[in-house]
């Protein structure tokens, strides 16, 4: 199993560490500065536990700036890059998105792609349809900044954007190189996968 990360923030970076325990992981980012401290087993962000996990721990992880490297031959690839809400267009900025799967779609049409990144609700299915791929998945992430590598570890819980043999598989891999038992998954959707991540985020901002 062969997995591409695109995103070394802190939710690509913590997944990528996550999963890099158990399988081939390969980090993708613009930016040469991140990649290079990947590499060299330094960590770009500050937390405490990442930089242990990098220094300390037989991870399967390199990363590069080459999309044509990061999706060759991968069978998973999770999108986990920024999409800040834009005042110009009122709503979530998911233009990065947009230009990773149609990279995606020219140079590995087959790979699975999970996305990570906070999405309005109706994105995951809207572009599937654009770029006429059935296997995307929403499997939004609940971590806390400073703790993203440990939230990742004991997760409160997994949902996912579908039901199929390749999104169950998905979730195994993130049960697998998890340490907490007993993580409790649930298969939705896409949109209410989407509608689960905004809903927890209003929460936690009340």
Sequence with gaps: MKICVVGIGYVGL???????QNY?????????????????????IIEKMISEYLVSKNL??????????????KDYIVIDVPTNF??????????????????ISLLNPSAVVIIKSTV???FTESISKKYQMSNLYFCPEFLREGQSLKDSLYPSRIVIGGSTPQAKQFTKILIECALKDDIEVFFTSNAEAESIKLFSNSYLAM
């Design 86 to 103: 834009s005042e110009k267009i009122n709503g979530f900025d998911t233009s990065i998105i947009d230009l990773i799967i149609k990279d």
């Design 60 to 73: 399967n992880l390199i990363a590069t700036t080459d999309k044509k490297i990061a999706f060759k031959n």
């Design 14 to 20: 913590s997944n990528a560490i996550l999963m890099s």
């Design 120 to 122: 309005p609700i109706g």
């Design 24 to 44: 081939a992981v390969t980090l993708l980012d613009i930016n040469e500065s991140k990649v290079n401290k990947i590499n060299s087993k330094q960590s770009p």
